[in-house]
């Protein structure tokens, strides 16, 4: 009766999923490079405003790291127009919020606001495009912001420097090979300069896609777009390179130190294509059946079943131009690192040579739709997906079909995947380890 209760379950939710409404956009691109893309929501008096600038932690520099980042803070200190201090003030004196972010890729600014102060947030952002302020001031106060925030979330935290290993020991040589938080050497030593030069070169209108997203009237917000954003002078043509790592063909391992942690952990990594591949989704699959949740197949065996790790996990990492995938255990007790790397091993030689069930390949699939949807659920979330889709792949209605390649994904390519790329002497592990005192 139980598997019936779930096969209807299953069914009902699947049929959901199939009907759920088309998100409906508009794209075009301003004479200056800029590409705009406008999606109207009425059901709710918000909108959401905001950029994406294709400039991440891997259009750095080494020697140079952290400077994606460090605008991420520093194009809130101020513009011509907007004093310095006044970003955030302006925002929540206007029933706003605002945030952004910064990854290896692209830097996310945005504004919510309530409809009635649409025009206001465009505004900002095409003062921060236009205007922004680049001052010793902002950059010394910046500097000791970012330096507290390392401080915070990653020296002084356990386990904080974890993607740190990671990316230096799977990019020994590409620009995936430091985090976006970069060295606060190479930001101390940066000279003003070297960062209004940065800020010229890639805070342009054709490195840019602006969103606007919500109870909007389309007509009068061209209008405003045109008369914000069609004025910026188009910048330079971005030369970008990038360094391709060489294929992982013997296994290694590598130590790393962390002063605060008392248990160690031990990462098995291997190397996987970008975010824009159809094998980056499958992958997305293997880490979901591998350890998404505590009726995962890794966290039954090693943490329920045999107790030989206290947490255990699979991750899918996937950037735009390459992607990791990653094993991760905390022992339990005396357990050792080749009884984990054992146990590890052989549940990946089971999806390496077994189909998965079909009961198990039914609830992956739920649990990807799940994803996919919570993704999209809000106008904030569908803002950042199609500017996400369109910078990363150049196509927009992504948004509306990548589930469908999803959808595609069957036994046989996730079984297939894991033959590719889940081999010992594909991978590194990482024994992240307490620091002797």
């Known amino acids: 009766m139980k598997k019936r209760v779930l096969s209807f379950a299953s ?48 259009d750095e520099v080494k020697g140079r790291t952290g400077f994606a980042h460090f605008f991420e803070h520093l194009l809130f200190e101020g513009t011509k127009n907007i004093k310095r201090g006044d970003w955030s003030k302006i925002v929540s004196s206007n029933g706003g919020s605002n945030n952004a972010t910064t990854d290896n890729d692209r830097t996310y600014y945005y504004e919510d606001f309530p409809s009635n102060n649409e025009q206001l947030g465009l ?67 940066a000279k003003l300069e070297e960062f209004q030069a940065f800020y010229k070169k890639f805070y342009i209108p054709n490195n840019a896609v602006l969103v606007v997203a919500g109870d909007i009237k389309p007509e009068q917000t061209k209008k405003w777009i045109n008369e914000y954003f069609a004025s910026i002078p188009k910048g330079t043509e971005i030369t970008r390179t990038f360094t391709e790592d060489a294929p992982i063909t013997q296994e290694k391992s590598v130590n790393f130190t962390d002063p605060n942690i008392q248990l160690p952990m031990y990462l098995y990594t291997y190397r996987t294509p970008g975010s824009t591949t159809r094998d980056s989704k499958i992958m997305d699959m293997v ?57 590890l091993d052989s549940e990946i030689k089971k999806l390496q040579t077994d189909l998965i069930s079909d009961q198990d390949f039914q609830m992956l699939q739920n649990k990807v739709e799940n994803q996919f949807v919570n993704q999209n659920s809000s106008i904030h979330g569908i803002a950042e997906s199609l500017a996400t889709y369109y910078a990363q792949s150049g196509n927009t209605n992504l948004i509306n079909k990548e589930i469908d390649i999803y959808r595609g994904i069957t036994k046989e390519d996730i079984r297939n995947a894991a033959k590719k790329y889940l081999n010992p002497n594909q991978r590194v592990i ?8």
């Not at 893309?37 to 891997?58: E, M, Q, R």
């Not at 206290?310 to 990653?326: D, H, R, T």
């Not at 990482?430 to 005192?437: R, S, V």
């Open 430 to 437: 990482i024994n992240y380890l307490p620091e002797k005192k």
């Open 123 to 189: 505004w900002m952002e095409a003062e921060r495009m236009r205007h922004a302020v680049i001052s010793q001031v902002g950059v010394d106060t910046q500097r000791e912001v970012v330096k507290e925030e390392k401080r915070l979330r990653f020296d002084n935290t356990p386990y904080g420097n974890l993607f740190t290993a990671l990316t230096a020991n799977m990019f020994p040589t590409s620009q995936y090979g430091w985090t976006p938080i970069g060295s606060m050497e190479d930001l101390n030593s």
């Open 11 to 58: 069914l009902a939710f699947l049929g959901i999923l199939m009907n759920a409404q088309e998100i409906k956009f508009e794209e075009y691109d301003l004479p200056n490079g800029l590409h705009v893309i406008l999606h109207k929501d009425n059901s709710a008096p918000t909108v959401t405003t905001s950029v994406y600038y294709s400039v991440g932690s891997k």
């Open 287 to 343: 880490s979901t059946y591998l350890s998404g949740g505590k009726s995962s197949v890794l966290y039954k065996k090693l943490v329920d079943q045999d107790k030989k790790a206290l947490e255990v996990g699979a991750e899918s990492l996937a950037f735009q131009k390459a992607g990791l995938f990653a094993c991760i255990a905390i022992p339990m007790g005396k357990t050792t690192e080749p009884e984990l790397r054992s146990v």
